[in-house]
């Protein structure tokens, strides 16, 4: 590995802005804060919202939202303050920034209702954080937590950076998404797709301004067990009861599944606006004693639900307002646990899942292909077991935490994580 060029131990202050935290689909963002801070970042966590109470967050997670400063509720007396303090101590980056937003472009009406209000929330953070000391700010997604980091860095003088998804981030009628980049000190994006995409929607004079950075995992977090043959083997699928995880897809494919005399059990773990509409068409297709909808589960329970699995599913669609997953994490950790899985050939996905390599990969919205793959490998355990390995392979070869979070930390302090050889590949530990 390459080593650092020798420096001084620097003192890192990071604020790290997120719309929602923690929450069971952000365990990728758990792993980079951890790492950040054992490398010796200080950092402030800020959320503008509070996590639904009724969501099972790990004991891990509830430790780290432990020290998050919440925005919302505002205290009212604190949010009229913050506007009118830096309306009078910053007169021309206060109305200068509330004009820029408003006068830009917007998707409609409640769009840009929804930029006046992140406004409000940029001010009132940057009042509430005044006197720490801070070098920059870093917002996970460019929707709302983007908008909130452009406001506070323009009052607070600092930088800010961003980090870039996919969903509703940039797919689903995105706003000021130029203007937040453009005036970003750097972005990462999780995939080539995306920063594809982003370079054809924005012009590739931005092609320097952003850099692909996949998520990576602990692969000791995720080790495999052995397999029992016996009983029936299960399906498994995680992810939110959403449009765009294609599950409807699944449910079909496992009555065809059934139609066919296969042996089999489903779960689908998650929770989401899908629920009636899937337990309706569970009882419709006569599944209730075949495909189970488990709810949400926090994350040692996931882990648990994948080393029980013979394969996992997860038949990702776009959406009907264009909504798509890039590559959504549980891929990663169903791989790390050596299950084979099969997934859509879509979006981002085929960066981490090469269709017979490691993985199978099926026509977004083809229930029957779905079903004949599902078939394929539960009749075929020694293929199972070889795509399973490969899975694995490929997650600890190309997305390794340690170096992944490396090179993200390089994007927020080069003169800190830079090699010897200067390569953008692989950064190195801070020293």
């Known amino acids: 590995m390459a080593q650092l060029t020798p420096r001084a131990k620097p003192v890192k202050k990071l604020v790290y802005l997120i719309g929602t935290y923690p929450l069971l689909t952000t365990t990728f963002i758990d792993r980079e804060i951890t790492l950040l801070r054992r490398w010796g970042v200080e950092m402030q966590v800020v959320s503008i919202r509070r996590p639904p109470a009724e969501i099972p967050l790990s004991s891990h997670q509830r430790g780290l939202g432990r020290d998050v400063l919440y925005l919302l509720p505002m205290n009212i007396l604190k949010l009229v303050f913050s506007q009118v303090f830096y309306a009078i101590t910053r007169p021309r980056a206060f109305f200068g920034t509330l004009f820029h937003l408003l006068s830009r472009p917007h998707p409609g009406l409640g769009p840009r209702f929804k930029t006046l209000l992140h406004f409000g929330e940029g001010v009132y953070a940057a009042y509430l954080l005044r006197n720490q000391e801070f070098h920059e700010v870093h917002a996970h997604f460019a929707d709302r937590a983007g908008t909130v980091a452009l406001v506070m860095g323009r009052l607070t003088g600092r930088p800010y950076s961003l980090s870039i998804h996919a969903a509703e981030d940039i797919f689903v009628h995105p706003t000021l998404l130029s203007e937040k980049i453009t005036e970003a000190r750097h972005a990462v994006t999780c995939t ?113 639900k994948y080393r029980e699995a013979a394969l996992f599913v997860l ?20 791989m790390a646990m050596q299950l084979p899985v099969i997934t ?88």
């Open 192 to 304: 080539r797709y995306n920063k594809t995409y982003l370079e054809a929607l924005l012009g590739q004079n931005l092609e320097r301004r952003i850099t692909h950075i996949p998520h990576g995992l602990d692969l000791g977090m995720y080790r495999p067990a052995p397999r029992s043959p016996n009983g029936n083997p299960l399906i498994l699928a995680v992810g939110q009861l959403a449009e765009r995880k294609g599950f409807a897809h699944l449910v079909e494919a496992c009555a065809l599944l059934e139609q066919g005399g296969h042996d089999f059990r489903c779960e689908i773990v998650g929770e989401g606006p899908q629920r009636a509409a899937l337990e309706g068409m569970i009882a419709r297709l006569g599944l209730g004693g075949r495909v189970a909808l488990c709810g949400a589960l926090p994350h040692e329970a996931v882990i648990g």
């Open 315 to 334: 038949p990702c669609v776009r959406s009907a307002d264009g909504n798509l997953d890039g590559i959504p994490n549980v891929l990663f950790e169903a």
């Open 344 to 431: 859509s050939r879509l979006s981002a996905i085929p960066e981490l899942v090469e269709d017979g390599v490691n993985g199978v990969l099926v026509e977004p919205g083809d229930a029957a292909g779905l079903a004949r793959a599902a078939a394929a490998l539960l009749g075929s355990p020694q293929q199972a077991r070889r795509l399973g390995r490969s899975g694995r392979d490929s997650v600890r070869v190309g997305y390794d935490l340690e170096a992944n979070v490396r090179r993200f930390a390089a994007t927020l302090w080069p003169e800190f994580f830079k090699t010897e050889e200067e390569t953008s590949e692989v950064s190195p530990k801070m020293p």
